[in-house]
């Protein structure tokens, strides 16, 4: 079982930045890789980033590449998603997800996950 908390969430105006966080607890951390996906109202789940056990390897949806970053501290058990230049169309709930399979690297699709957080509210002013 893993329980994953996000936080960092907020509001901001356009153009600006923000910081979210993910803390996991218990498994190992680093045995797990991670992802940020985001849901808009009345819009699907949307990939956001991923990144591997290692911190190692990044992936990225292509309405964030250039702006956002995902990045790890397998010490704190957490993951980071740092958003800049943010758009009003980035207004979303914000949810963390683990994937414990360790065959797979990096992982897009929200369906291979095994575990969610319950999401954080990020709303971009115009």
């Known amino acids: 079982q893993v329980l994953l908390v996000e936080s960092g969430g907020g509001l901001v105006q356009a153009g600006g930045p923000l910081r979210l966080s993910c803390a996991a607890s218990?498994?190992?951390?680093?045995?797990?890789?991670m992802g940020w996906f985001r849901q808009a109202p009345g819009k699907e789940r949307e990939f956001v980033a991923a990144?591997?056990?290692?911190?190692?390897?990044?992936d990225y949806g292509d309405a964030v590449k250039g702006r956002f970053t995902i990045s790890r501290d397998n010490a704190k058990n957490t993951v980071y998603l740092q958003m800049n230049s943010l758009k009003p169309e980035d207004t979303a709930v914000y949810y963390c997800?683990?994937?414990?399979?360790?065959?797979?690297?990096?992982?897009?699709?929200?369906?291979?996950?095994?575990?969610w957080g319950q999401g954080t509210q990020v709303t971009v002013s115009s």
């Open positions: 997800a683990a994937d414990l399979n360790p065959t797979r690297v990096l992982v897009s699709r929200a369906p291979l996950y095994d575990y």
């Open positions: 218990g498994r190992t951390f680093s045995s797990y890789a």
């Open positions: 990144i591997s056990r290692s911190g190692g390897s990044t």
